[in-house]
């Protein structure tokens, strides 16, 4: 069973801190959505067709309008064979989501929403720039709960300027709606953002660490004592509400990324596209994709494995890399792995290896030590 991924590279204003790829004029959109089913088309083969997941990312999908959505699905029913039971997900900003729009989605195949909250207070969505209000958040999640029992929210901690108190609000308000997944990341300051730029000017304040911890330690005692799972670094479910799409990822399924920039995975070299609404056109126009391929090495499927599994709840297991790897693989990471069993940041049993609470903040940093390299 594989995945697809559609990039819709459109947004209606550029977020302070984003570094994803999008554009602000929608001139190209109907465009560039019969090139992504052509996309479709020409790679029908690549991965096998029997599809678990769909996910339309971005930039803004909320932005389709329901012809285009119906092209898109009516070329994946047409080479593609759907799952009856899949997990289908559309991220969507509030802003976007009237009662019509809400109501156009429902009588499509999605079945999962993925709503661009990031914070319900009107100074933080301000300060990152982005195009929705408090009101809309609020609104578009009580709207969007009519139709879709499926709903996850994207919530944003380590804003600058904002107390621990008005993060635990955030929670609450996302609590009270009884929403059942949240997907929370921290805010970083990427190269070339507009956030770098007011940081370097001394407009904005940077969040020192000690409060992206504090935040990131309240985010994970206040959903946890509600019964979420923490199940992977940045996601939280309620049981069965868990993101099948980003399971199959983590697991290392095969998943077609399709449109300008989008990463594709076939269980053994990745690939991507160029980050060029235009050139991306021009080129599936010319019967030609826009990208380029990087094999993996064993080394570099052991590095990504361990990245991967150190960041979920379903850990490095020692006979995957005995099987996937090999015993080199697997003597190495007991090797270097011992140390932060003695310091009580891994835990071993059954010899699956996970991170315990208190080295959960740190994983990222935990995975790069048990990372091989090669010589
Ligand atoms: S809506 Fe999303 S993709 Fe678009 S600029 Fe904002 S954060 Fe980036």
Not at 48 to 54: A, D, E, L, V, W
Request: aromatic share 12%; hydrophobic share 35%.
């Amino acid at each position: 069973m594989s995945g697809i991924y559609i990039h819709i590279p459109f947004c209606k204003q550029a977020c302070h801190y984003c570094d994803f790829h999008f554009s602000t004029s929608t001139k190209k959109k109907s465009q560039l959505v019969e090139m992504l089913c052509e996309e479709l088309e020409l790679r029908k083969d690549e991965i096998g067709r029997n599809i678990q997941t769909i996910y339309f990312g971005g930039g803004t999908p909320s932005l389709l309008n329901s012809e285009e959505l119906d092209l898109i699905f009516k070329t994946i029913f047409e080479y593609f064979k759907v799952s009856e039971t899949a997990e289908i997900t559309l991220e969507a900003n509030p802003d976007d989501l009237t009662e019509e729009v809400i109501k156009m989605l429902n009588a499509s195949p999605i079945n999962r929403l993925s709503i661009g909250v990031q914070s319900f207070f009107e100074k933080d969505l301000k300060l990152m720039n982005r195009a929705h209000n408090s009101e809309e958040a609020l609104r578009s999640l009580q709207l969007a709960k009519h139709y879709f029992d499926n709903i996850s929210i994207d919530l944003i901690y380590g804003i600058p300027g904002q107390s621990n108190e008005q993060w635990k609000q955030n929670l609450q308000q996302a609590l009270e709606l009884d929403i059942p997944h949240i997907s929370s990341y921290a805010l970083t300051v990427e190269p070339k953002t507009a956030l770098e730029k007011f940081i370097e000017k001394g407009k904005v304040k940077p969040v020192e660490d000690e409060q992206y911890r504090e935040q990131f330690d309240i985010l994970i005692e206040t959903l946890t004592s509600k019964g979420f799972e923490h199940y992977e670094f940045s996601n939280y479910g309620k049981p069965g509400y868990h993101s099948q799409n980003n399971i199959a990822y983590w697991l290392g399924k095969p998943y077609l990324g399709i449109g300008p920039s989008a990463h594709s995975f076939d269980g053994r070299s990745r690939k991507w596209h160029i980050s060029n609404n235009s050139l991306y056109i021009n080129s599936i126009e010319a019967g030609k994709l826009p990208q380029q391929t990087e094999e993996l090495s064993t080394t570099d499927s052991y590095n990504e494995y361990v990245m991967t599994r150190l960041r979920t709840k379903y850990g490095v297991n020692l006979e995957d890399i005995q099987e996937k790897f090999g015993e080199k693989y697997k003597l190495h990471f007991l090797k270097e792995a011992d140390r932060f069993l003695q310091d009580g940041l891994m835990e071993n049993s059954d010899e699956t290896f996970h991170i315990t609470p208190n080295g959960k903040f740190l994983s990222d940093g935990i995975a790069a030590d048990l990372f091989y390299i090669d010589k």
